[in-house]
């Protein structure tokens, strides 16, 4: 990376580029991927899902990180139950089993669900850097529409294809309403 | 998503949101009941009334608590009375919300967007009421941490073979997983309100509360994985709840609670007078905010058809009940029964049958499940019933159970009373300062149901 290319990156967080409608949105981030970028994002109001396709997005360690935490959970539910009712405190009462197992899965169940849904949520927001007060996007003027009715698609500086010029122009291809320079 | 489906006229009441609505109009007329509108004398009235009602819990619990549970009208053979009564009721109360908010996103049902954030907070009110009882019924509610498995001092632990433990576990979970779920709903919200506000102080609370959101395309990805794991996750949880709850007393071996019934009974109950109360909310919100091309017909007709279907399977739970107390062939079930019908509590026993049999069957007629004020009549009337159900499984079961010579009869106390319209006062009030802080609807699920949110690509030039 030269000089120059450095400097823009410390004072140049990327060029954003704002769209009317969800469909422009979505055609414009597959031929932003398609050109070969990497370090992009858009930028909307509410899920779509067709971004997924478009941007190729698949992470799928949500998912993994619930299933070991309720795995972990439900393993520790049984195990809490079955030590202390055989371990820490045995009662005898007519010679039943220790380890009850019928008995025991109700609170197998729910430690089961208590932590792989803390899971669920805690790796999402870990995964997705939150909570993060202060991001550069937040400096483009008209970027509190993207959480109410407009769609946006930023091109970040760190990625190695970028170029000032050339990415301006190469979204103003793509049809934006307008397109911005994202202050760091 | 939502296409409009082509009904026949008798069907079809009306769009899931009307029309006219675009993504930035919903936005701002949701957030702008939080940001723009200013505080009524009614929504101050109304707080004033509710928190009146929490005085009530204030100080029947302080009088419970200098003098002991002895001020409630529990006794031998009646020893659980209002507090179990109560604690059932509102834990079904909650029931709906997570009914509404995980169980139709996995049936892609999409006219619950509107509904589910006031359900789920409904459903937090309501467990957190319901919590209230069994701390309270201990008598020493400071030493409640006591349920809890922890090394201590006395080597002593709870057992867990006992469904008592199990709703400690049931129900702390519940409460724990029905606030993250709301709270992940709440994230993209609040970032909406961050942006839509001016007032710095607002945008900080807000931002902060949103943990600086910025709807992502990597984010929602994500976002949208962890919610469809949290409602499949709920989705049992729900079920499990009700579930343990009927088995304090289906695993008892009292006469009238030792039926395998009993849990999808419950469960079916549970859901049943979760929808009435989300009605019995609804409609008046819906009204005082001007919410009817949001809450539309369409709401109401659906939530008075759950209603229906779920009265249906209580009323067959109630048959059933009778029938296995003639079936066993055992003496005592078959008394339980027949003192239940005739006995000193019959009254109350033909009450409910007539609340929560005979008024839900007007909701079959189209005409009264699209008549918002009879609706609303009919959800009150279904709340009394559910509530008349508990007070006659607890009490007709208990006051009459073996032996003639150990029975006995029950009546609450005033400060029973106090507790209970104390609790509601708590849900009451809890519901109002939620309508006024946060969002009461889930603003961007919303979105996803206008047709300006469906892609259309442009044409390649």
Redesign the interface.
Known sequence: MSVQALETVHTLYGIMAEFE????L??A?RKVRLAGFKKF????????????EA?D?H?????LY?LIG?CLGGIG?FS??SW??SV??P?NIGGRPLI?VP??I??T???T??I???T??I???L??G??????P??NVDR???????KFFLCIESADAKFDRDNTVSFLESL?PVEIAEVAR | MSQPVELPDQIYVGPVIDEGH???SV??KVGGIVLKRKTTLGWVFGLIVAFGLLQALMASATWLLIKGVGVWGINIPVGWGFAIINFVWWIGIGHAGTLISAILLLLNQSWRNAINRFAEAMTLFAVMCAGMFPVLHTGRPWLAYWLL?YPNTM???????S?L??DV??V??YL??SA??W??GLI?DL??L???TRKPWQQKVF??LS????????????????SL??AG??T??VV?VHT?VS?DFAVSMIPGWHTTIFPPYFVAGAIYSGFAMVLTLMIPVRKFYGLEDIITMRHLNNMAKVTLATALIVGYGYIMEAFFGYFSADVYERFMVWNRMTGPYAVFYYTLIFCNIITPQFLWAKRIRTSPGILWIISIIVNIGMWLERFVIVVTSLHRDFLPSSWGMYAPTIWDFGVFFGTIGLFLFLIFLFVRALPMITI??L??LLP???????V?Q
């Open positions: 409608t969800p469909g422009h979505v055609a981030a994002d858009a930028y909307t109001p509410y899920p779509i899902h067709e971004l997924d941007m997005l992470d799928n360690r949500v998912s619930t309720g539910g809490l139950a202390v009712q820490a405190l009662l009850s008995m025991f109700p609170v169940f729910e430690c669900i208590l792989g849904g803390l669920a949520a790796s999402m927001l995964l997705n939150l909570p993060l007060p202060y991001h996007v937040f970027f509190v529409d993207a959480s109410r009715s049809n | 675009s993504l930035a936005s701002d498995p080597a002593l632990w709870p057992q867990f073979r469904p433990l199990w576990f049931a702390t979970t724990t997983i993250v779920f709270f992940v993209p970032a909406t961050r942006d839509s931002g902060m943990m600086g959101w910025r709807g992502s395309a990597r984010h929602w990805q994500r976002y949208e994985k962890a794991l949290l996750m709920a049992p949880l499990s343990v088995f961007f699920e979105r996803m300006g949110a469906r892609v259309k690509e442009p390649a």
